[in-house]
Each structure stands twice: as structure tokens, then as C-alpha cells.
């Protein structure tokens, strides 16, 4: 168990729809990382926050967005879903902001399953 | 701009030997990390063993080492005595700068007992 907690763990939703994927990060953690794990495109980086601020981006679609709360637990708020969608998305987090020095320790994912 | 390749989508090994699952990668950044990370049936990433760009030592972590060939841009993953628990998708991956991790394809690990 790494610490970190994501909810839900399954979704099942339609083409169009709009959804929420929570993410509570390790005790202490300040940082907190979305990832999307795709059979087409792999393991991507989508997003990173720092302390409640976006840090760094990486390919994360427009229909995508991402927020870091004052309690330091993040949602990544996805709409207009399409099939495409479909994925396992990790929340990952770590003591530090950028450097990859600090370790990241990933969350069990939520699995999207868009229909 | 990072990108990492892994050349083998799959390799199998028979139990209690030693097998090494390659990748290289290519970077822009001066100070950088490389890492290994294991994905078993359960999907959860766990780090098995990381490399700081700049030491030259190889990292060692209990059966599991790499061999860090900087001005090749190859970061290999060796398994000695390979067990059962082994089994799982295997991913390499790189991070520096503001990018978070860029992951490669993955190399599935069979072990045969």
C-alpha cells in the first residue's frame, strides 16, 4: 500500500458524459501527479500540481482538467468523454515540486470505462 | 523533450535465473533520473530501483541492478535468481525538468518455474 488513495476505483460511463476521479495523496506529500494508462498511447503524463498550483503539464487534452484543493487531495474532472478514454488513470505524489529527485508513489488507479 | 524505448514487449525466463530487460532514452535535460518501474496483475506501479544521471556508480537494489551506460543512453534492468513474484509488466522511465515521468511501452516478464 503506497498511501495513496484513489476513488472510485471502477466507472463505467457513456460517450459524452462528464466525470470526477478523486486523489488523496500521502500524508505529507505536497505534489500530486496524473497519469493516464492507455493500450493505444501507454503510460502519459498528463498533469502535475505543487502545494495547490499547477506545475508542470504534459498531454493532457483540453476536455481535461485538474484541481489541488487547500487539504492537498486533487480531482481530475474529464468531459465530453469519448471511447477513447477509456483508461486507467493514476494519481501519484511525493514530498517535493519538480525535480524527480523526490519519489513518486502511485495511487491503485481508477479504471474509466467509457461505453 | 524525453522519449524512452523498451525493444522488448515481452521476455520469459526460467526461474532462479537471470535475466535483463533493455531500454534507451534520449533527453534534453542535463540532470536527470531514470527509473524502473514494476506493474504486476494487481496494475499498481511500484518502484523497483532508480538511477541518479549523474553517479556513476550502478544502482543496486537487493536481486534487482542496472547497468547505466550514459553516453549510449541505455538503462538496463538485470533480475538475478528470478522468482515466480517477478512475473509483471516492466516499465522503464525517465524524469527531469517539469515533465513528470515519461514512461516506455513496457516489457512483459514471464517466469517460467
Known amino acids: 500500500d503506497s498511501g495513496v488513495t484513489q476513488t472510485p476505483k471502477h466507472l463505467i460511463t457513456a460517450t459524452g458524459q462528464r466525470v470526477t476521479l478523486r486523489c488523496s495523496p500521502r500524508?505529507?506529500?505536497?505534489?500530486v501527479y496524473w497519469y493516464q494508462q492507455s493500450l493505444d498511447q501507454g503510460l502519459q503524463f498528463l498533469i502535475q500540481?505543487?502545494?495547490?498550483?499547477?506545475?508542470a503539464k504534459g498531454n493532457i487534452l483540453e476536455r481535461f482538467s485538474a484541481q489541488q484543493f487547500p487539504d492537498l487531495h486533487s480531482e481530475l474532472n474529464l468531459s465530453s468523454l469519448e471511447l477513447g478514454d477509456s483508461a486507467l488513470y493514476f494519481c501519484?505524489?511525493?514530498?517535493?515540486?519538480?525535480?524527480?529527485?523526490?519519489?513518486?508513489?502511485f495511487g491503485p488507479g481508477t479504471r474509466l470505462t467509457v461505453t | 523533450a524525453q522519449t524512452v524505448t523498451q525493444s522488448q514487449p515481452e521476455m520469459s525466463v526460467q526461474e532462479a535465473e537471470t535475466v535483463t530487460l533493455s531500454c534507451t532514452y534520449d533527453?534534453?535535460?542535463?540532470?536527470?533520473?531514470l527509473f524502473w518501474y514494476k506493474q504486476p496483475p494487481s496494475r499498481q506501479m511500484i518502484l523497483v530501483i532508480r538511477?541518479?544521471?549523474?553517479?556513476?556508480q550502478n544502482a543496486t537494489e537487493n536481486r534487482f541492478s542496472v547497468n547505466f551506460q550514459k553516453a549510449a543512453k541505455s538503462f538496463s534492468l538485470k533480475i538475478s535468481d528470478s522468482q515466480l513474484g517477478d512475473a509483471a509488466m516492466y516499465f522503464c522511465?525517465?524524469?527531469?525538468?517539469?515533465?513528470?515521468?515519461?514512461f516506455g511501452k513496457g516489457t512483459h516478464l514471464i517466469i517460467q518455474p
Open positions: 538511477q541518479e544521471a549523474y553517479k556513476q
Open positions: 522511465a525517465s524524469g527531469g525538468g517539469a515533465d513528470g515521468l515519461t
Open positions: 533527453t534534453s535535460e542535463s540532470d536527470y533520473y
Open positions: 500540481y505543487y502545494n495547490g498550483e499547477e506545475r
Open positions: 501519484a505524489s511525493s514530498v517535493g515540486g519538480v525535480s524527480p529527485l523526490y519519489e513518486q508513489y
Open positions: 500524508s505529507g506529500d505536497l505534489s
